[in-house]
């Protein structure tokens, strides 16, 4: 499997656990707030082997809880499912990051039980869908994922970036898509640094979280079972 980078250790990617992050090359999205751009092009620089990786992962299963697979969009790749087989053989629990484009792939690794843990970005309503991801996006198998979810044992969390593209009633229609999920977590819009920000990405920064973060989040709550705000100070949203 292609993999651009991995960070050795993270206390906030899975939820409650010490976990490695492994970054695929290649998406099938455009999103103008994409915190990762330099992995979109499947052409991205690949900076170590799967078997290094691997290696490294053996000789530190004392040190961590599982390993993330995020990207880019890691359900492009071909021999992904093989590679969570054996990270997971390790010991590992394992947490997949999607854009859920990919069911096929997503319930592939749900069945096989290969995963503990996915969460899947829900990038906005169906009306201004393909104007945030920047491409025409397939909505049918959007909603097969999220149905995949709903229905499944495995634990998982959808998530909305909060930009300024979106209204309140935007993120009340995204919680009517998934009433009684789990898990709901609205997130605060990473800025780029100056040297990687276009005028278009600069465009939909969110620096201050909306008025209505708040009340939508509260409102969202009688909706899905939980809802959390991430990535925004407590002071800055009451």
Request: aromatic residues 6%; positive net charge; glycine residues 6%.
């Amino acid at each position: 499997m292609k993999i651009a980078g991995v960070v050795k250790c993270s206390f906030v990617d899975y939820p409650g656990k010490i976990a490695a992050v492994v970054f695929t090359p290649g998406c099938n999205l455009r999103c103008v707030f994409c915190h990762n751009k330099k992995l979109v092009s499947a052409d991205a620089a690949c900076r170590t082997t799967q078997q290094e990786v691997l290696t490294g992962f053996k000789t530190r299963r004392r040190l961590l809880d599982a390993v993330v697979i995020s990207g880019g969009e890691p359900t492009l790749q071909p021999d992904l499912v093989e590679f969570i087989a054996e990270v997971r053989a390790l010991g590992y629990l394992m947490k997949l990051d999607t854009n859920g484009t990919r069911p096929d792939v997503l319930a592939s690794i749900i069945y096989a039980r290969l995963v503990d843990y996915v969460a899947m970005d829900i990038k906005g309503p169906p009306e201004k869908y393909d104007a945030i991801c920047g491409v025409q996006v397939d909505r049918e198998a959007v909603n097969d994922s999220i149905a995949l979810l709903l229905k499944h044992h495995v634990e998982y969390e959808f998530r909305t970036t909060i930009i300024s593209q979106l209204t309140r009633e935007d993120i009340i229609e995204i919680g009517d898509a998934i009433r009684g999920a789990r898990m709901y977590v609205l997130q605060r819009y990473r800025e780029l640094q100056s040297s990687q920000a276009s005028r278009t990405t600069r465009s939909v920064s969110a620096h201050h979280p909306p008025l209505w973060l708040e009340d939508a989040r509260q409102d969202l709550s009688r909706i899905v079972k939980h809802c959390t705000i991430r990535g925004f100070d407590r002071h800055e949203i009451l």
